[in-house]
């Protein structure tokens, strides 16, 4: 018997291998991976809340070398141009997510193809709290870059 997945799941670079219970935050984070594996900027935008703030990752790193985090739209939306424009394709493998109140903890490897045939993998945790509209108020993912850096592959060639 096959289980089919939430509409929330609208692209195929996303496998759902966790709890299907509907809740808020984890649909917000199916809405989020799909956008991002779509490269539809305006979709993912329409999921964080105006005042979101996003840190992936959590604490310094080369996409926020102070560790503050991305600010509202505008902020969420530079860290677009910086970390998801330049990759050629995402695919999200979700193991496992945990909800409760309004957040959820997702467990899962982002594998990530560059356009010189480039690729590394990255195993995180993303914690998503939404606020009454279902919205994205924070995003945290848990990884570290040094180990995903430790997965590059080079282009084949």
């Known amino acids: 018997m096959t289980t089919s997945l939430p509409s929330a799941i609208s692209s195929p670079a996303v496998e759902w291998h966790a709890s299907l219970e509907e809740h808020p935050a984890r649909l917000a984070s199916m809405r989020s991976y799909s956008a991002v594996a779509k490269g539809d900027l305006e979709e993912?935008?329409?999921?964080?809340a105006e005042d979101a703030?996003?840190?992936d990752p959590v604490g310094p790193s080369m996409f926020d070398p102070e560790g503050r985090g991305h600010h509202g739209?505008?902020?969420?939306a530079a860290f677009w141009r910086l970390a998801i424009e330049p990759?050629?394709?995402f695919r999200f493998v979700i193991r496992d997510s945990f909800a409760n109140g309004s957040t959820c903890a997702n467990?899962?490897?982002i594998h990530t193809a560059f356009a010189d045939g480039g690729a590394t993998h990255t195993d995180l945790v993303m914690v998503y709290t939404v606020g009454d509209d279902g919205r994205v108020r924070s995003?945290?993912?848990?990884?570290e870059p040094e180990r995903t850096m430790a997965t590059y592959q080079a282009p084949a060639g």
Do not use: K
Not at 44 to 48: I, K, T
């Open 73 to 76: 739209h505008e902020g969420i």
């Open 44 to 48: 993912w935008l329409g999921v964080y």
């Open 87 to 89: 990759i050629a394709t």
């Open 107 to 109: 467990v899962g490897t």
């Open 139 to 143: 995003m945290r993912a848990f990884w």
């Open 53 to 55: 703030v996003l840190e």
